[in-house]
């Protein structure tokens, strides 16, 4: 029998499948794909938005109406993508800006949220798009335990200290209708291999 499910025959090629397919179907039911959801005039907060998949998430909300709070480490790369970012404006009224902050503490994540929600007298993003993050991929068994710890950091607490404090504001303000959004490449569901 040769059917395309015959061409995933190891057993990760079916795992990554699998991931895929998902990712695909919650994303779906999740409605982050759904044509009612527009971020025109909402603030939209994206973490790792000042190069890569975050710059590239930022310029499409940019594109859509959004206003739009860039977070990222480096100055000069936040400056560069908020001169990116003005390119696609549509309109005037658009709140543009960036913040430079370290997301890897929890404290860290808690002065970013706050700087970039302080323009909004306080209040939570409508949209957290919690792109930062990186992963350096080796096998598993050359690792040393400073590569573990650096994958931990740039892959998880990065992203679990934001949505943390985005969730922590979302319920002390009692926002309804916020998103919280995860979005990572291929590569950030593959910390090791083997």
Request: glycine content about 8%; aromatic content about 8%.
């Amino acid at each position: 029998m040769n059917n395309a499910l015959t061409t995933f025959s190891t057993p990760l090629q079916v795992s990554i499948l699998t991931v895929l397919l998902s990712i695909a179907v919650a994303s779906i039911k999740m409605g982050l794909f759904s044509k009612n959801w527009d971020p025109r005039g909402k603030h939209c907060y994206v973490t790792g938005g000042s190069s890569g998949l975050g710059l590239a998430v930022a310029i499409e909300l940019v594109k859509k109406g959004a206003n739009v709070s860039i977070v990222a480490r480096t100055e000069k790369t936040l400056q560069d993508a908020l001169k990116t970012l003005e390119t696609h404006r549509v309109s005037p009224e658009q709140k543009l800006a960036y913040y430079s902050h370290s997301l890897v503490t929890a404290a860290g994540s808690k002065e970013a949220l706050e700087a970039a929600c302080a323009p909004y007298n306080g209040r939570v993003p409508d949209a957290a798009f919690l792109v930062a993050g990186g992963s350096t991929p080796k096998f598993f068994v050359e690792m040393e335990e400073a590569d573990l710890r650096k994958g931990m950091d740039d892959g998880y607490w990065v992203q679990a200290f934001s949505a943390w404090e985005v969730a922590k504001m979302t319920a002390r303000q009692q926002f309804r209708g916020g998103k919280i959004v995860f979005v990572g490449s291929t590569l950030s569901l593959m910390s090791f291999v083997g």
